[in-house]
């Protein structure tokens, strides 16, 4: 008899290549029950519609069974999750309607774009280094302190406080790994209490020292008489200071990767920087920087021929759904610059949790991967070194010689 096929993002070669695992997962189980108690779904209809659906939730509360995977944050309830669980991450509507809206008022196009020219000429500093250098490590010269220094200046965040800051972002995004041990999950919630108690302060300081950013803009965001509570506040601001920097930092560093890997696509990028747009969605489609959705269902959810109950905890994998044949085509495992569906990809999510940041990574990604292949037409990898992580997954280290 054949031995049932389990997912295991734990296998030796997950780390360095998952996509093989997300291909037969797609094929052999669609809708996957783990033992571990949680569901996963991984092809494209499914994500999609799991992304969009109005109906099914991100509250822990609705668990009947309280999975392995995250069964410390379930355990020890809303008040224990990090950020308080008060994100927008963590509410349905009519709070997360509430919370998104009073955001959204602060991080808005406008405030986007007027960092085009800081990123640019963050870029060309990083690259006139690397050049005079000759060899780099990629993530540590550009892709790690460029989204770090442009979210801590959108959000008007005082550079003394960054190296602690980055401190702690590193280990709360850890959060979101799957089966975290009893000692990091201390650390973790460790790291949550001592981010909140310095968000805190950074609000009460920028109370009487006001600006022209978007943590002073949340202060003051009002929606029909509606104001951010001031822990509500902490973790919205958390969540943009993590989030806005934690994934980019994948995102370029696997994109300059994908290019060097493919110098073909790299050269069709240098001789057409109109490209740039697109090119940026295919290399968030080719290597997903978070790989993993959840959701809670409230209601049954029907995936192929398997019922999903209520009350489950289900994880999306965006990555597998991002390479999915079925909607791609056949060589959906191919890096295509010009591949016209490239905006389609559900990294970024889709219905009311779509990610808020995602033009400012974007933004970022259109400035650095022309610049980066026309400075460097010869660049070549050395090594790579992969952060280890299952979801927020991207480079540790890409040692490139220009």
């Not at 109906?55 to 355990?75: F, G, Y």
């Not at 003051?220 to 930092?249: F, N, P, R």
């Not at 905890?313 to 490239?342: S, T, Y």
């Not at 970022?364 to 400075?375: D, H, M, T």
Request: proline share 6%; hydrophobic share 45%; charged share 25%.
């Amino acid at each position: 008899m054949t031995e049932a096929f389990v997912f295991d993002p734990f296998a030796a070669d997950f780390t360095a290549d998952p996509y093989p695992h997300y291909a037969r997962l797609r094929v052999e189980s669609p809708a996957h029950e783990h033992p571990l108690g949680f569901w996963l779904v991984s092809r494209y209809a499914d994500v999609l519609a799991l992304q969009r659906s109005t109906t099914q939730s991100v509250d822990e509360r609705h668990l009947t069974r309280l999975p392995a995977w995250k069964s410390d944050s379930a355990r020890l309830g809303k008040a224990n999750r990090i950020m308080g669980g008060l994100s927008m991450l963590d509410q349905d509507p009519p709070d997360h309607t509430r919370l998104r809206r009073l955001v959204a008022k602060a991080f808005t196009p406008r405030s986007v774009d007027a960092l085009q020219l800081r990123v640019a000429a963050h870029v060309a500093d990083a690259l006139d280094r690397i050049a005079a250098a000759g060899q780099a490590d990629i993530v540590a010269e550009l892709a790690f302190p460029l989204p770090f220094t442009i979210i801590s200046e959108l959000l008007g965040i005082p550079v003394l406080e960054s190296a602690r800051l980055r401190e702690l972002t590193a280990v709360l995004v850890l959060a979101l790994e799957p089966l975290a041990d009893p000692a990091l999950q201390t650390r973790i919630r460790a790291a949550d209490a001592e981010l909140r108690a310095m968000v805190a302060d950074l609000v009460c300081w920028k109370r009487d020292n006001p600006g022209d950013d978007v943590l002073t803009a949340l202060i003051t965001a009002e929606h029909e008489g509606d104001v951010l509570g001031e822990d509500e506040l902490v973790a919205q601001v958390m969540l943009l200071y993590i989030a806005g920097h934690e994934t980019t930092v994948n995102h370029l560093a696997a994109g300059i990767l994908a290019l060097l890997q493919h110098p073909a696509q790299a050269r069709r990028l240098r001789e057409d920087p109109e490209l740039s747009a697109n090119a940026v969605e295919e290399l968030l489609r080719y290597d997903t920087p978070v790989h993993l959705m959840r959701r809670v269902t409230v209601t049954p959810v029907r995936v192929c021929d398997t019922e999903i109950p209520a009350g489950a905890w289900v994880v999306a994998c965006l990555a597998a759904a991002n390479r999915d044949p079925e909607f791609w085509g056949a060589d959906a495992d191919l890096l295509r610059l010009d591949r016209p569906e490239a905006p389609r990809g559900v990294t970024f999510g889709a219905g009311i949790h779509h990610c808020l940041g995602a033009a400012l990574v974007r933004m970022q990604a259109r400035i650095v991967f022309p610049l980066f292949v026309s400075r460097f037409p010869s660049a070549e990898v050395d090594e790579v070194r992969w952060n280890g992580r299952i979801n927020v997954r991207g480079p540790a280290l890409l040692s490139v010689t220009v």
